[in-house]
């Protein structure tokens, strides 16, 4: 995506995390609208694969009550059967303790200003790879995020707090935990995170016209459905060694 540009960081200021929004906020859809026709895998899976679910923190580790902000109900769809990873392109040097508190900025700034009901993300991964509940509804349940315009249904969100442009270093506790993570998440439907699945897009400014067919990764950087440079190539390039990861977690 677009680089915001931000001020000379320290640990995450306040207005440069609002203004950085910094979640590949561009290109994602705001209402998760439904597709004309509900998305569909490739090939169904021949049997399942279940991976332990990683630890996830919960909402109420960086939502408190001063910061909620009213929204509608969770919506869902049937099952989860691909993963879009993402980069938020803020700072990177920051204490994984204070990893609440930059949640926090980016729920602001997309409630806020955007007007969003919610985090767009299903999921946020931290430098020290702990996993955070991003947008409400169940860890376990398959919420419709808001996090890849064109195809938010059937998909989760995973963003991985930090800038991944070329030459820049993932940290191997983020890849593992999103690695796990989505070995988790697709080994509920019986997906192999190695795999490609046929989604629909619902919207016309994604990479495909809405109503058309896309084959895409089971486990796909954003920039593969929309034009962005998110989740960045540092981070994209590092996608098949996630996907191989997860699918051995998987038992595959």
């Not at 026709?37 to 694969?49: E, G, K, L, M, Y």
């Not at 947008?135 to 991944?164: C, E, K, L, S």
């Not at 046929?198 to 016309?204: A, E, F, G, P």
């Amino acid at each position: 995506m677009p680089r915001t540009v931000l001020v000379a960081l320290g640990c995450v200021p306040g207005l440069a995390a609002v203004l950085a929004l910094v979640m590949c906020a561009v290109g994602v859809d705001r209402t998760g609208a439904r597709a004309a026709r509900p998305p569909v895998a490739a090939r169904p899976a021949a049997a399942a694969h279940p991976a332990a679910r990683p630890t996830i923190l919960p909402r109420t580790r960086w939502l408190d009550t001063a910061s909620a902000h009213a929204q509608p109900p969770p919506r869902y769809d049937d099952r989860v059967v691909a993963v879009f990873v993402h980069h938020t392109d803020s700072p990177n040097g920051y204490d994984c303790a204070d990893t609440p508190r930059i949640i926090r900025y980016l729920y602001a700034g997309q409630t806020g200003a955007r007007q969003w009901d919610d985090i767009g993300y299903n999921f946020l991964v931290d430098r020290c790879g702990t996993i955070y509940e991003g947008r409400a509804g169940g860890i376990d349940r398959p919420v419709t995020g808001a996090h890849t315009q064109g195809f938010n249904h059937r998909t989760t969100g995973v963003a991985a707090i930090g800038t991944f442009t070329a030459g820049t270093s993932v940290p191997r506790a983020m890849t593992e935990a999103i690695a796990a993570l989505a070995a988790w998440k697709l080994g509920l439907s019986g997906v192999d995170p190695r795999a490609t699945v046929r989604l629909v897009s619902s919207n016309s400014l994604s990479r495909f016209h809405a109503g058309a067919d896309a084959v895409l990764p089971t486990v796909a950087g954003h920039s593969e459905a929309f034009m962005t440079s998110c989740p960045g190539a540092a981070l994209a390039a590092r996608l098949p060694e996630i996907r191989d990861r997860a699918a051995r977690l998987q038992g595959r």
